[in-house]
């Protein structure tokens, strides 16, 4: 049955290699570019929010140290394209080590929040350092080829997806880390390092999101910490990740299509209400909490979900939070 | 005698003032059952907590197979070889009862494909084989209980705590559970155990160790301490069956 | 260096509305287990409540505080099933999902605070707000401005009352129960929903009155929120999670630190020092300064 998926998966691939052969107009492919890029942010900020139980409201943080790293590497240092960018999924995962050592030892909670400030404290520093270009932001050397860019990304993002259906699907990882999800304690006199694992999902997590990033930098040719660094990169993870379904690798694929598509039909029409989209993302995002707990994949008639059983076959006991610190007296 | 497995040596453990735990030593020895006994509050569950390595001791050691282990992580220590259950069963309630049991079989046997195999072996032992596709939050206490067992089994331990595995199940269940149990000591492992249920501990334990007030007030065979007088006022006086 | 005490003086008043703020943020998280990422948002709503409140009355803001706590605490009371129902849901980990849940609504509120109060900054006009004392003790002088010191008056005074109900009330007491075990609190029959509606709707009010305070101080803008939750999270983390005791000293620390960075150096630079020092503490000591914290 995984054998199946496993080659649908390969399918939609192979499909949308197609894409530049059928699709002539720039524009559209640059609209095709984009949504894959946001698959690929999606599906990394599930890794760590659906398969650990880890928030991470600064996911841009790793987007943006990966588009400033290349764009410094490539700038200031004239480096090429590519090892630019690997260098900046490198800057991002240490970026992630950095972050994730005090804080994936505490519970989510310390966690969401502490990246979030980090984010912004990035976003600040970005804005007063000289080398970043500050609130300027940094212009690229141009390389327009909207097919070049279309193909990097599709080929990062599927990488990153079948790599990920590896070790999260069939690898032991992805059990292992489920287990860390479900209970942390438990897990520990198994023999799982908790910290360990939730420290590998995390840089897991964090180093696509920067090379993306960087593929994101030479693509547009131009940043600024607004672009790459602000609220909105994480918030739309976030929402399409929610809207699609926590804890899956489809459901976060799903949501990114289908909010992208809000989104670029929003700003064809209405773009001069830019807040009244923040509002619907977080409408969106409240309201998927409240009415659709599995995403709108969890509404899709099921069919041996990967994902464990579904919440109306919970014991009470799954619905309650967890007692924290466990039984201290026999 | 053998050398012993598990020491314990003087072992202390405060929470903020007060002991929990106080200048506890006993021994356990290769093959044995040894149950620990006491009222509620007696220190029971901490003292599994300490030696598993949830807590790190305040003072005193513990010694496993003449090693110290006082303070090591609990996944260093399953590694080493000790099991443990939990008083309130835990199992991952999302996942299925086999994915449960692979989790832990993945320490001894990192393929996953071995480990699945290795979980399926555990699962005809404690009998969940037909039950393995369903989620664990499904199961009865009973099965709870079991796969809390099987849990840590699939780790192969040497040494296994069991923190109240029969506490809440009908007769015909706590006599199954405790053929279980007889048949793990059969397979070599070691086994302390905290249990309420009197005629159970009776049974199947080599030797008692009783705590009250997180001291240990007497240690001996079932039937000594039995009649031991301390024990009578300290723990059957106090309102248990 | 004679800036230092001003710098030092200004922050413990500043550091005083910190208290407050993060006082109802513990209690919440005691409660209810949940970290709400809308508690800037509450700040800021109840600071245009009052601005607005303000500019129709024109009642001085300070009389206006208990008007903006009643009706801000009827709206936690309110919303406060709601969150309930997220984190008492069938849901596989309704922690995160309550953590989403307010992120959601942080947003939602920003972005509706953008479209009906605008992108500017206001500051809530108050009769204190240009009244100052000017002190002078030898080679030194500072000015204490009224508003500050009105502020500091003000966290005594809620901080004294919230003492006051959670040590000396059955409604405290239940609260107490709640945040340390709740399965026992149920037991002793402690109403669990109503107790946490009560004390959300209680820590909304205190929130938003507060924010009319930072409106009079400094000032409002509908983008205020985020730097107010982290400023919360702050003080609830130096002080140890849950360690109630330990927040005022944090709390002055965070305003002494604004104020440092306002007079010296560039206030933008005060996210990153508060990062920094979050950052440290955490890695050092997650339990806090004073490794009270759970």
Redesign the interface.
């Known amino acids: 049955m995984k054998d199946r998926r496993l080659l649908g998966y390969l399918f939609v691939f192979a499909a949308t290699l197609l894409v530049p052969a059928v699709v002539h107009d720039t524009f559209l492919l640059r609209v095709f570019t984009e949504a894959v890029m946001w698959i690929g942010l999606a599906v990394t900020f599930d890794v760590l929010a659906g398969y650990t139980g880890y928030l991470n409201f600064g996911h841009s943080a790793f987007f943006g140290i990966g588009a400033y790293t290349t764009a410094i590497l490539m700038v200031r240092a004239g480096w090429h394209f590519a090892p630019a960018a690997v260098l900046g999924g490198a800057a991002a995962g240490i970026g992630a080590l950095i972050a994730g050592f005090p804080t994936l030892r505490l519970r989510g909670a310390y966690f969401a929040i502490a990246t979030w400030a980090l984010a912004r404290a990035i976003q600040q520093l970005v804005l007063i350092m000289d080398v970043t270009g500050g609130p300027d932001g940094m212009r690229l050397p141009a390389f327009l080829s909207p097919r070049f860019f279309y193909y990097v990304m599709l080929g990062l993002v599927g990488i990153t997806f079948f790599a990920y259906w590896f070790l999260l699907e069939r690898a032991p990882f992805g059990l292992k880390l489920k287990a860390v999800r479900e209970d942390e304690q438990g897990a520990k006199a198994l023999g799982l390092n908790p910290t360990k694992l939730k420290m590998q999902a995390f840089i897991l997590s964090a180093v696509p999101t920067g090379i993306i990033g960087g593929v994101f930098a030479y693509w547009v040719t131009f940043i600024d910490p607004a672009s790459t660094l602000g609220d909105l990169v994480s918030d739309q993870a976030l929402v399409m990740v929610v809207f699609g379904g926590m804890g899956t690798l489809v459901g976060p694929v799903v949501g990114a299509i289908l909010i992208f598509a809000f989104k670029t039909a929003f700003w064809a029409y209405l773009s001069d209400y830019e807040v009244l989209y923040i509002i619907i993302l977080g409408a969106v995002i409240a309201g998927s909490v409240v009415f659709l707990p599995n995403g709108v994949l969890g509404v899709l008639p099921q069919r041996g979900r990967r994902n464990g059983p579904s919440p109306e076959e919970k014991g009470p006991g799954a619905v309650l939070p967890e007692t924290e610190g466990g039984n201290s007296h026999g | 005698m053998a050398e012993p497995i598990l020491v314990v040596d003087n072992l202390t453990k405060n929470f903020g003032g007060l002991a929990a735990v106080s200048e506890v030593s006993f021994q356990v020895h290769p093959k044995e059952i040894v149950g620990l006994i006491g009222p509620n509050g007696a220190g029971k569950t901490t003292l599994f907590n300490v030696i598993s390595g949830y807590f790190a001791p305040s003072r005193g050691k513990i010694l496993f197979q003449g090693k110290n282990i006082s303070g090591k992580p609990p996944y260093v220590l399953a590694g080493r070889g000790i099991g443990r259950t939990f008083q309130v069963v835990k199992p991952f309630p999302g996942l299925s009862v086999l994915e449960n049991v692979v989790i832990a079989s993945f320490l001894r046997h990192p393929k996953r494909a071995r480990a699945e195999e290795h979980a399926w072996k555990v699962l005809e032992f404690t009998e969940l084989a037909d039950k393995a596709h369903q989620s664990a939050a499904s199961l009865t206490l009973a099965g709870r209980k079991r796969l809390e067992i099987g849990k840590a089994l699939a780790l192969d331990p040497t040494f296994l705590l069991l923190d109240e595995v029969v506490a809440g199940l009908n007769p015909t269940e706590v006599d199954h559970t405790i053929d279980l149990i007889l048949k793990l000591r059969d397979r070599g492992i070691t086994i302390l155990i905290v249990e309420h249920i009197m005629r159970v501990i009776m049974r199947i334990s080599d030797r008692l160790v009783v705590l009250n007030f997180g001291q240990k007030i007497a240690e001996g065979p079932p039937g000594e301490v039995a009649r031991d007088p301390g024990v009578v006022e300290a723990y059957l006086g106090g309102g248990e069956a | 260096m004679e800036l230092l005490p001003q710098a030092l003086v200004d922050g413990i008043m500043l550091g005083a509305i910190y208290i407050i703020i993060a006082i109802g943020f513990s209690l919440v998280?005691g409660v209810m287990?949940v970290?709400d990422?809308a508690v800037g948002e509450w700040i800021m709503l109840g600071g245009f409540a009052g601005f607005y409140l303000n500019e129709w009355t024109h009642v001085e803001p300070m009389l206006l505080l208990p008007a903006v706590f009643a009706v801000f605490a009827v709206v936690g009371y309110l919303f406060q099933p709601?969150i309930h129902?997220?984190?008492?849901?069938?849901?596989?980990?309704?922690?995160?999902?309550g953590?989403?849940?307010t992120?959601?609504?942080?947003?939602?509120?920003?972005?509706?605070a953008?479209?009906f109060f605008g992108f500017y900054s206001h500051s809530v006009p108050s009769r204190f707000s240009n009244g100052s004392f000017f002190l002078q003790e030898g080679g030194f002088s500072m000015t204490v401005s009224s508003v500050r010191l009105a502020g500091l008056l003000y966290a005594l005074l809620i901080t004294g009352i919230l003492h006051y109900l959670l040590k000396h009330t059955d409604f405290g007491l239940g609260v107490r129960a709640l945040a340390q075990n709740?399965d026992a609190a149920g037991l002793m029959g402690v109403n669990n929903k109503r107790t946490s509606a009560y004390v959300y709707g209680i820590y909304v009010g205190i929130s938003a009155m507060t924010g009319v305070l930072i409106g009079m101080i400094l000032s409002l803008s509908a983008k205020m929120g985020?730097d107010y939750?982290?400023f919360a999270?702050?003080v609830v983390?130096l002080a140890g999670?849950g360690y109630l005791a330990g927040v005022p000293a944090a709390a002055f620390l965070l305003g002494i630190i604004q104020s440092f960075f306002l007079i010296y150096l560039?206030p933008?630079?005060t996210?990153?020092a508060?990062?920094?020092i979050?950052?440290t503490i955490?890695?050092v000591s997650?339990r806090g300064l004073f490794g009270k914290g759970?």
Request: hydrophobic share 55%; charged share 10%.
């Open positions: 998280y287990h970290i990422f709601l129902r997220v984190l008492s849901g069938h849901r596989g980990n309704p922690l995160l999902m953590l989403v849940f992120f959601g609504l942080s947003l939602m509120f920003r972005g509706l953008q479209t709740r985020p939750t982290i999270f702050f983390v999670m560039d933008g630079y996210l990153l508060v990062f920094a979050l950052y955490l890695l997650p759970v």
